[in-house]
């Protein structure tokens, strides 16, 4: 059974930092490529960034250029890193990985893995 397993969230002052983590688990199962998404109350998942396979050619989204990073510890764990810290930052943040796309992808039909979703509140 494939898990994916989110932690780091929480509370943040604004401009502050914060890391999600997410590491994936499962028998004979290979996270290729890794995202993040957010979504907020009564709204769909959107995209914030994806990594490849090989850590390489990231994808942000718009907003969070600059300003979130997205890397891979390791094959099985993606990290989000959120700098300067925003209120729209605000939302539930979900993990997603793809065992068939390789070179990133913000659409999230494209994933078959996520986790349970971790908040970040930004307030000071």
């Known amino acids: 059974q494939v898990q994916l397993i989110e932690s780091g969230g929480g509370l943040v002052q604004p401009g502050g930092s914060l890391k999600l983590s997410c590491v994936a688990s499962?028998?004979?199962?290979?996270?290729?490529?890794m995202a993040w998404f957010r979504q907020t109350a009564g709204k769909g998942r959107d995209p914030v960034a994806s990594i490849s396979w090989h850590g390489s050619n990231p994808y942000y989204e718009d907003s969070v250029k600059g300003h979130f990073t997205i890397s891979r510890d390791n094959d099985n764990t993606v990290v989000l890193q959120i700098n300067s810290a925003k209120s729209e930052d605000t939302v539930v943040y979900y993990c997603?990985?793809?065992?068939?796309?390789?070179?990133?992808?913000?659409?999230?039909?494209?994933?078959?893995?996520w986790g349970q979703g971790i908040q970040v509140t930004v307030s000071s």
């Open positions: 997603a990985t793809s065992t068939t796309i390789v070179n990133g992808s913000p659409d999230s039909r494209d994933y078959a893995y």
């Open positions: 499962g028998r004979s199962f290979t996270p290729l490529t």
